[in-house]
């Protein structure tokens, strides 16, 4: 493409060179520069990348996007500037890769928690409804059965809309997105006039020097996706409704246990049977049905809510509902995998204290036979961290099993010490194995009728870290096997 067509929906200023020059690709990062392509100088919090611009040039690159004033002695360099590098690489990046946003219905989610989840929903929905549907997130760019790993929840502009040409060059129709308040911050969603945005919930978190300077302006980087987006669906029982609908541009419709919203849920009841644990609620409004979600926690309801919402707007059947939310998974979250017993078995990716209590006392409401925790504790990580964990789980669980997680270049032994000085405060049972997969065998082959079995700290992970080498391992594949070895003996 010329860079004049790049550029056609960007304001800019020429300082030299021709726009009519063709460009092979946008690069933001100088390392990765070859001949012909425009390296656009990003500017963030630690780097700047208008300090790599002569490495760019010796690299061949034909054109800079940038952000200063600058002097550039090769005459055939074209130099280009605008008033922010991010949101013109956002706007030159849907154009290189022919605004594939416009071939998807396209739907973004922002908010403090449950973004990954309600994904999640959304896409087993629309699949069920026979919509080929791609999602970026925490867990990665997942398109079919392909994932691309990602350094943030909502990677740069480029990489989001290369990711959406892939997704329609491979035949979704749909891109659901977690837009985090920093991929708004920085401009990484512009370029997307997004069919749906939704507001999940707001709470403190994400303040910091590279992040948020308050909470006010967290807040209002989350608004931001309200005036990038035709509809919005609001949680108007959160606290910050009222604030983050102020500048919105959208048709706002409301989801929430509240009388005024425009889908609200009543009757919610918490569910669990072998294999299955979720929540199950009725919902009145722009529909009504009644509703079992295969997550578990009174929570899950708002994230169904919100799910449910999305698809009515979308013109989704009642029935494509009704089973997406029965069979949603959310990998590594609270994940239910089939056992041929008479207990349910989850993986989960809680590997600190908080994340820990949450789960744990989320299922204590199921008022299980007995609450079986199985963690470890990475290494090389504080020790205040491990006894955390294990006064939690020594609190919480009815038997601990305590072993190994991303041990790293510490011993599992030295780790075990430090869980159990934690445990050891109150007084739980617990028993230490210290092979990961051995201790996996010991909760299946000890499990009782009505148990809640958690394999906490992996969760979508497929790897475990030790002496500086990723060994593959992937908890599902283990569990495969060892249900296989007890069916043979």
């Not at 490495?55 to 002097?71: F, P, Q």
């Not at 280009?80 to 956002?90: E, G, M, N, Y």
């Not at 295969?294 to 999305?310: H, K, M």
Request: include cysteine; charge should be negative.
């Amino acid at each position: 493409m010329t860079l004049e067509s790049l550029l056609i929906n960007t304001n800019f200023i020429l300082l030299q060179g021709n726009l009519a020059i063709e460009i092979s690709d946008l690069v933001y990062d100088s390392r990765k520069v070859y001949k012909n392509t425009a390296f656009v100088c990003l500017v963030g919090y630690n780097t700047d990348g208008h300090q790599y611009i002569n490495n760019a040039i010796s690299k061949g690159a034909s054109a800079l996007v940038v952000s200063e004033d600058i002097n550039v002695e090769n005459k055939d360099v074209t130099v280009i500037k605008v008033d922010d590098t991010r949101k013109a690489l956002a706007i030159m990046s849907a154009e290189f890769f022919g605004n594939p946003g416009k071939e998807l219905k396209t739907i973004a989610l922002t908010g403090t928690k449950g973004k990954t989840t309600t994904v999640a929903m959304i896409k087993s929905i629309l699949e069920y409804e026979g919509i080929k549907t791609g999602t970026i997130g925490t867990l990665g760019i997942i398109i079919g059965d392909e994932l691309i790993k990602t350094n943030n929840t909502t990677p740069e502009s480029y990489e989001i809309e290369k990711a959406m040409r892939q997704m329609v060059d491979s035949g979704c129709k749909a891109m659901v997105i977690e837009a985090s308040s920093l991929g708004l911050k920085w401009h990484r969603v512009d370029g997307i006039t997004f069919d749906i945005g939704v507001f999940t919930n707001f709470s403190d978190d994400h303040i910091g020097e590279s992040e948020h300077k308050d909470l006010e302006e967290y807040l209002f980087c989350k608004s931001l996706l309200f005036q990038k987006c035709k509809t919005g669906i609001f949680n108007c029982d959160d606290n910050a409704f009222k604030k983050i609908i102020e500048k919105s541009t959208c048709e706002i419709v409301t989801f929430g246990y509240s009388e005024n919203a425009d889908l609200k849920a009543s009757n919610d009841r918490l569910i669990s049977k072998p294999g299955f644990i979720g929540v199950h609620f009725s919902t009145t409004g722009i529909a009504e049905m009644d509703v079992d979600v295969a997550i578990p926690g009174r929570f899950s309801v708002y994230n169904a809510l919100s799910a449910i919402a999305v698809c009515i707007k979308l013109g989704v059947s009642k029935k494509s509902i009704l089973e997406g939310l029965y069979n949603v998974k959310v990998k590594g979250r609270v994940e239910a995998v089939k056992v041929p017993g008479n207990y349910t078995l989850l993986i989960d990716y809680a590997h600190n204290a908080m994340s820990m209590e949450n789960v744990l006392t989320t299922l204590r409401q199921y008022n299980p036979n007995r609450l079986v925790t199985m963690f470890g504790a990475g290494g090389n990580r504080p020790k205040v961290r491990r006894y955390e964990m294990g006064e939690v789980s020594g609190n919480l669980s009815d038997l601990s099993v305590i072993t190994e997680d991303n041990s790293r270049f510490e011993d599992v032994m030295d780790i075990i010490e430090d869980i159990k000085t934690g445990i050891n405060k109150t007084g739980g049972e617990y028993v230490v194995i210290p092979n990961r997969k051995d201790a996996i065998k010991y909760c299946m082959e000890n499990a009782q009728d009505g148990d809640i079995v958690v394999l906490a700290g992996k969760g979508h992970e497929d790897y475990q870290e030790i002496r500086g080498v990723k060994y593959h391992l992937d908890e599902r594949e283990v569990i495969d096997d060892i249900i296989k070895e007890m069916e043979n003996k």
